[in-house]
């Protein structure tokens, strides 16, 4: 298994290019199953969870071919078969995707439950709620999900809480039912409105997505098309954060910083310079960063996906910071190692009081779930000496080749296999767990 090594103390300086956001790309590529056209996407992360989500609906019947550069096609010309196994949906929530697209278009889905997650319990409630007003008759059993319905119907789906997920399945089932959906306290993440506009160059009929409302009038076929994936504002956010922990002077390139406001307002409250153009950012860091409270909301709010990364940063600000965690139960798993680290952080149910200012010294370190990793991954950069960061195959999941990345803007950082020796191949080829 694989780890990466990282000495702290280095500034970063020089330019780093982000990648296409993972969570879009996993609805995007779901939506091919909505055509037997072809879907071919730019941009994509060739992260773990796009190629797992590969295999997911390689096994639907769809040809999916991961070309160089970061260009998807995909084929789902005949749907050979309705099921999602537990075997690959354990391994990524986000295989329950699937879901809606395959009970629109082929009128049944058996996907299994996805069960508990690192994060949390995280249940598919409301999404099964939500395709059930839309006459889908639902089943659970056996650990596993059955959908069926002759053609789905357009329905008014007022959801009790915002879900991301939810929101993109209702989507896509909806583009294909029959009448008008309408979504009400739907997400509104940049994400919802890039699946939206892949799916309007599908030939669907969206209205409002990007808002609390959005209405989508369903069509009798969807057609192939081309669309270019938005880039990831997680990894962004991360990197903003590398360079002001590290300290330094970085250019963020291809990011889009209107889908980080809430996260650039909360970071130059820390002190952090950032200066945005169009289609990227410089970011430098201050000589000591302020502590600052956050707590994370649907967007447009503070993203709990930057939650982790953000108190790394929490714990080498002068002051004390109290962070609150709204979405998920059990998130600051990232708690335990920080503090093996040095940091002196007090967890109360959803809220983390955090004393900066800490020196942090480098560990063994355990990952636990993606945003944890990258946590790790800024503390080990402000901490002395060297931290090794094992199980970083949560990391590839999300992140590509973030190692790689930040070697070129200056870290002292490496991907090591198991007896410490280089690791030769940067993406990996240790399995995914829940
Ligand atoms: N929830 C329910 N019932 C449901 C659906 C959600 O109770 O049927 C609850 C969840 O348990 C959670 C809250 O609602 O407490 C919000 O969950 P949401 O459904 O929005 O999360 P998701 O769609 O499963 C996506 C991202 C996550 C991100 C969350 C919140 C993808 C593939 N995943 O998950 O990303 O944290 O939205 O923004 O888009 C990550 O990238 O590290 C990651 C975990």
Redesign the pocket.
């Known amino acids: 298994m694989e780890r990466i090594r990282i000495v702290g103390g280095r500034p970063l300086e020089g330019t780093v290019r982000i990648s296409g956001a993972?969570?879009a790309s996993?609805p995007d590529v779901c939506a091919a199953l909505l055509t037997d056209g072809q879907v071919v996407l730019h941009n994509v992360p060739e992260v773990r969870d796009i190629r797992t989500m590969g295999r997911v609906l390689a096994d639907l019947g769809a040809a999916v071919d991961f070309r160089v550069g970061g260009t998807v096609a995909i084929q789902a010309g005949r749907i050979t078969s309705v099921e999602a196994t537990y075997d690959l949906v354990k391994t990524m929530?986000?295989s329950v995707l699937v879901l809606g697209p395959l009970v629109a278009r082929a009128g049944r889905a058996r996907v299994s439950l996805p069960g508990g997650c690192a994060?949390?319990?995280?249940?598919?409630?409301?999404?099964l709620r939500a395709l059930e007003k839309m006459g889908a008759k639902i089943h659970v059993e056996s650990g596993y999900v059955e959908a069926r319905a002759e053609r789905l119907r357009g329905a008014e789906v007022a959801f009790d809480?915002?879900?991301?997920?939810?929101t993109e399945n209702v989507m896509m089932a909806a583009s294909l039912a029959e009448g008008e959906t309408v979504i009400r306290k739907a997400?509104q993440?940049p994400?919802i409105e890039d699946l939206a506009a892949l799916l309007v160059a599908m030939g669907a009929k969206i209205e409002g997505a990007g808002s609390p409302t959005i209405r989508i009038r369903g069509v009798e076929k969807l057609g192939g098309a081309e669309h270019t994936v938005i880039p990831d504002r997680?990894e962004t956010g991360t990197f903003i954060g590398a360079c002001a922990v590290a300290g330094g002077d970085i250019e963020v390139r291809n990011c889009q910083p209107a889908h980080l406001r809430p996260v650039i307002e909360k970071l130059r409250e820390t002190g952090i310079r950032i200066e945005e153009g169009p289609n990227n950012m410089r970011v430098r860091a201050p000589r000591t960063l302020r502590a600052s409270d956050v707590t994370t909301e649907?967007h447009p709010g503070f993203?709990?996906?930057m939650q982790a990364q953000y108190m790394a940063l929490m714990t080498q600000a002068a002051g004390t910071s109290t962070i609150t965690e709204t979405?998920?139960e059990n998130r600051y798993m990232h708690v335990g190692e920080l503090q093996r680290m040095g940091a002196n952080i007090r967890v109360d149910g959803r809220k983390a009081v955090v004393t900066g200012h800490t020196p942090l010294s480098g560990a063994q370190v355990m990952a636990t779930d993606?945003?944890a990793s990258a946590c790790l991954l800024l503390a080990a950069l402000a901490a002395r000496g060297e931290t090794i960061v094992d199980r970083i195959y949560h990391l590839d999941r999300?992140y590509y080749r973030i190692d790689e990345k930040l070697r070129g803007i200056g870290a002292d950082i490496e991907r090591v296999g198991q007896g410490g020796r280089r690791a030769t191949d940067a993406v990996v080829s240790a399995e995914p767990t829940a």
């Open positions: 993972k969570n996993l929530r986000a994060i949390g319990a995280r249940p598919i409630d409301l999404h809480m915002v879900t991301v997920t939810g997400a993440e994400e997680i649907p993203p709990t996906d979405i998920f993606l945003r999300g």
